[in-house]
């Protein structure tokens, strides 16, 4: 499976970082200098999480933590004991 979150669709992104060298202007030098790039990755922040689907169910998906804080993810019941049963809800 992809390092994608289901709900926002965060996956991961690609980037540099830079090798210096020299001293900054501001602390009296003359400028840095690039000596260097490499390639890195920022991974997103994803949780494997039960999940109740829109249906119904519920599945485990991969969702970013900025999912779960905004409130995307819906969580289930943790105790069987809160769901009523369906003659007991009739009455």
Not at 18 to 31: A, P
Not at 49 to 60: A, I, L
């Amino acid at each position: 499976m992809p390092r994608v979150c289901e709900f926002t669709g965060r996956r991961t992104g690609t980037g540099f970082t830079y090798t210096l060298r020299g001293k900054k202007k501001y602390l009296g030098g003359v400028g840095t200098k690039i000596t260097g790039k490499t390639k890195r990755k920022f991974k997103p922040n994803l949780q494997n999480v039960n999940c109740v689907m829109e249906d119904g169910s519920v599945r485990k998906v991969k969702a970013s933590a900025k999912a779960i804080r905004m409130g995307l993810v819906v969580k289930p019941l943790k105790r069987k004991y809160a769901y009523k049963p369906e003659e007991a809800a009739a009455e």
